[in-house]
């Protein structure tokens, strides 16, 4: 049994971004995945797309022209052409890895580790249906922005998955989701200020207080979007972690989304903000 709220007492977790890729593994596949659980990852970050026939598999939407050097995007190919695609690595060669299936992500997974399903209002029926055929639900992690129309799907659909909600600057629901008939858990806290609540640890002990958690998201998309005030991997890697990761720690944050896991745990442990 995965219980956020057991494994984030008295620990900072730390979710990889995509898995863990470089060299000849692209991102979200089973190698990155294994790769961030063999350097210590308590939750795997993914993304799921659809083809024509309705087939999940775990691909970032949009980014085909990136990844599969493709103009056309899953959502339009059928399932032979998406099996025909294969991934890019960091040089943009061609790899030997196709586009993994959310069932064998799935199946890959299971019993390991907390799953962070991204896109999950984009298909939101198709995932549920997926994680409860395998048997799955204590693993899934769902978010959405915090929007009334998502808490009556989710009472609906999915009250026993894990579910948090993206507040941006500031935290508007948190209070009134943890009296709604849901397995609420708390938000990820996007923001481009220090003048935001969610940097500072008063909002954090409120939190903690009402039995929520906190998740800092301290991946750099691009330089001009910023999050978490700019105490992101890029100055905890080039410069300075102690205004990085241990910023976001220090504030009270219970997880930690980046893109270098290995290095981010590292620190952590060192800090003691990992028992």
Known sequence: MFDLREMANGKVL??????????????????????????????IELDISRSTEGTLYVFHPGTEPHFLKSQKLIADMSDAEVEEMRLVNVDGAATQYPVPLFDDVLEELKGRCVINIDKFPMFPEDIVSTVR???????????TDQEEKYYSMMETLAPDFAYMTFAKDNDRDSEMLVKRKLNYLGTEALFKTEESEFAHADYHGKMHKLGLLTWANSIVFNYKTIHSAGHNDDLSISCDPDQGWGYLAGLGYDMIQTDWVVQCIRYLHEKGYRG
Not at 23 to 28: A, D, E, S
Not at 133 to 143: N, W
């Open 133 to 143: 055929r395998h048997g799955m639900v204590d693993q899934a992690l769902v978010k």
């Open 14 to 43: 730390v979710s990889a971004h995509r898995g863990s890729w470089m060299g000849n593994i692209p991102c979200n596949t089973i190698p990155a995945f294994n790769a961030a659980l063999a350097e210590g990852a308590d939750i």
